[in-house]
């Protein structure tokens, strides 16, 4: 993937239950802290080239310089998460892995994948970060994701990654008030 999208960024997987995942990721392999943007409200996208108003919720932290995204679907509207967990019986997993590029990059590399005869499978903008995925499951039984992160949504990325870094297990999971964020869903 580096040669033609620059170099994985992130890992996403798609979980039942993000809570428990938050939990599980620090308590076990001591990855966190999180920071949990809950129900995600400003998702545009498009799904099999149809819009969609599929709900998410979402959590990010790092492993060394990866990013780790947790991501749990919230209803049945149309969504690559959605059939995801729904293709593995509900047990969730790896879903993809993700590049960050600049705006050219992205535009060229969404250029040579349709000139190949390949679709975006998933696309669309959220809080200023658009990004597009390709379904590779032929190939590495996952999707790539390419992302273009606006300013605000880079300088977010840094904070939880060098906050990552310094981490010392205490305060696993941090609600961010950027999406619909119930703090009653972190029940312990």
Not at 54 to 63: H, K, M, N
Not at 150 to 166: C, K, L
Request: include cysteine; charged fraction near 20%; aromatic fraction near 10%.
């Amino acid at each position: 993937m580096s040669r033609k999208f620059g170099p994985i960024k992130q890992n996403g997987y798609v979980v039942r239950d993000i809570v428990a995942a938050m939990k599980h990721w620090s308590e076990a392999l001591g990855v966190g802290p999180w920071f949990y943007l809950g129900e995600v409200d400003d998702l545009r996208a498009d799904y099999k080239g149809m819009p969609t108003d599929a709900g998410i919720r979402v959590a990010l932290a790092y492993s060394g310089d990866l990013q780790i995204e947790l991501i749990e679907p919230v209803d049945d509207h149309p969504s690559p998460y959605r059939d995801f967990l729904q293709s593995t019986a509900g047990q969730g997993g790896l879903h993809h892995i993700c590049s960050w590029m600049s705006q050219a990059g992205f535009e060229k590399a969404v250029a040579e994948h349709q000139s190949e005869g390949g679709t975006i499978a998933y696309g669309g903008m959220t809080s200023g970060t658009r990004f597009a995925y390709f379904d590779a499951s032929y190939d590495l039984g996952t999707m790539i994701e390419i992302a273009v992160l606006s300013d605000v949504s880079e300088s977010f990325m840094d904070h939880i990654r060098t906050t990552a870094e310094d981490w010392d297990g205490t305060n696993p999971i941090r609600p961010v008030g950027n999406g619909k964020n119930e703090k009653t869903q972190l029940r312990n």
